[in-house]
């Protein structure tokens, strides 16, 4: 259990889930082409900072719903940006519900390319 493996997650999804915008259908998932240490550092840091208050304020509610870290940390990224899938679907109940509103009071956040080669977020 730790925040270092929620972050890494969280992080990793971010990454899996957006696209570099390269194209009209979207381009390619950031993944393919960049990894966390192509992350600008101030968009880093305000992801540290996202994933460590959502990990100090809500990882009793996942640890009791028998979820590990890195779950947590890849539904987090999802459940804010609105994806199709996130804490609702786990089939944890409230608990779920209760991560996917704290999640989503805490906004989206996008990722995008840079004209530096950075990927950044807003």
């Known amino acids: ?3 270092k493996t929620f972050t890494t997650a969280y992080i990793e999804a971010a990454l899996w889930s957006s696209t570099d915008n390269a194209d009209e259908g979207g381009g390619a998932p950031l993944d393919q082409n960049y990894g966390p240490s192509d ?36 539904d987090f990224w999802l459940s804010r ?4 899938a996130g804490f609702w679907d786990r089939g944890i109940g409230a608990a779920g519900e209760r991560l996917t509103n704290a999640s989503k009071l805490v906004g989206s956040f996008d990722l995008y390319v840079g004209d530096d080669g950075k990927v950044h977020g807003s």
């Not at 640890?63 to 890849?74: I, K, L, V």
């Not at 940006?81 to 199709?84: K, L």
């Open 1 to 3: 259990m730790s925040l």
């Open 39 to 74: 992350i600008a550092q101030e968009t880093q840091a305000v992801m540290r900072h996202d994933t460590r208050d959502f990990y100090t304020r809500h990882a009793d509610i996942w640890r009791e719903a028998e979820m590990s870290d890195e779950q947590a940390g890849h």
């Open 81 to 84: 940006n609105g994806h199709g």
